[in-house]
């Protein structure tokens, strides 16, 4: 799936996690990010460095089609430039000061993020729809010898005792953010089974983790 050297897209959170106008902190292997919807709905990925001060721009909020710093309230577009400075209200801010953004595309329900310039468009997850995401407290290896597969070149592994569940992985600094897909059609109950098979595979996981450190 990935390669040192190509770009590639990293699937960051579940639609669901972020509503209109609000903001959140995400992570991918280029840093960390803030992840941004407007009101009307689009989704952005700004660095999560406010170009003045540099607090994190995931601590501020969104208001309307803007993000706004929680520090002294400098406001960015969606496509980076700053809008307003609410200590100079008659000034046009200068094109020059600029929020740094990935490409970010939403796609069945996740949001991917891309780090560098990929080279193909995220896998297809069209048999599946996104369930929860979860924290695990362990890197992909343990996490394949947890679930009994391996990762695929789709980015997903399969858990072999519950093959219509799915696990999309990022590794993030000694820990893995999960995104539990699970196909579609599915009933209530199944979906049930699925967070509980889920949370299952994280505490194998993270208690395999722990025996090789
Ligand atoms: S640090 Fe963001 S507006 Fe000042």
């Known amino acids: 799936m990935l390669s040192d050297t190509a770009g590639y897209w990293t699937p960051v959170a579940l639609s669901a996690d972020l509503p209109p106008a609000t903001v959140i902190p995400a992570w991918t292997p280029a840093g960390s990010i803030a992840l941004w919807r407007t009101q009307s709905g689009r989704v952005s990925?700004?660095?999560?460095?406010?170009?003045?001060?540099?607090?994190?721009?995931?601590?501020?909020?969104?208001?309307?089609?803007?993000?706004?710093?929680?520090?002294?309230?400098w406001s960015y577009s969606p496509a980076g430039g700053c809008i307003r400075i609410p200590a100079h209200p008659d000034l046009v801010p200068p094109e020059t000061i600029r929020v740094a953004g990935h490409k970010v595309q939403e796609s069945r329900g996740v949001i991917w993020v891309a780090v560098g310039e990929p080279l193909a468009s995220q896998p297809s997850l069209d048999d599946l729809l996104p369930l929860r995401s979860l924290t695990v407290e362990a890197g992909i290896p343990a996490l394949e010898a947890a679930a009994g597969a391996k990762i695929g070149m789709d980015g997903l592994i399969s858990i072999a005792d519950c093959p219509w569940v799915r696990l999309l992985p990022t590794e993030q600094a000694g820990r893995t953010l999960v995104h539990v897909m699970i196909e579609k059609d599915r009933s209530l109950s199944d979906r049930l089974t699925a967070s509980r098979i889920a949370e299952a595979v994280r505490r194998q996981a993270e208690a395999r983790q722990k025996e090789v450190e």
């Open 45 to 73: 990925a700004s660095s999560d460095r406010c170009p003045h001060r540099g607090m994190r721009l995931s601590h501020g909020f969104v208001r309307g089609e803007a993000l706004s710093c929680i520090y002294h309230g």
